[in-house]
């Protein structure tokens, strides 16, 4: 009998949906207070999940949902970086 692990699951802060951890983007809030894309997943700081899409961080920058998830105001520089950290 094989044991298959189980695949972590997140919720993406823009759509709500829950995925495989694997599928999503880690954005940290690191304790320099520094807001930054997190691509190998295991930066310490407090982390939320996005989708690799543009509409998730819209929805999220536009209902302030990855504030709440960071616990941090977050300005709209950053949200630039992170968009191009996206589409990139």
């Known amino acids: 009998m094989v044991i298959q692990k ?9 759509c709500q949906e ?11 809030r690191t304790p320099d207070d520094d807001v930054i894309l997190d691509p190998t997943g295991k930066k310490s700081g ?7 899409n ?16 960071l616990k941090r105001v977050i300005n709209p520089e950053i949200y630039e970086q992170l968009r191009s950290g996206i589409i990139t």
């Open 6 to 14: 189980k695949t972590p699951q997140r919720m993406c802060v823009g």
């Open 18 to 28: 829950m995925k495989n951890k694997k599928e999503l983007l880690r954005i940290v």
């Open 46 to 52: 407090r982390g939320a999940y996005l989708c690799c």
């Open 54 to 69: 543009e509409q998730c961080l819209a929805k999220a920058f536009k209902e302030k949902r990855l504030e709440r998830a």
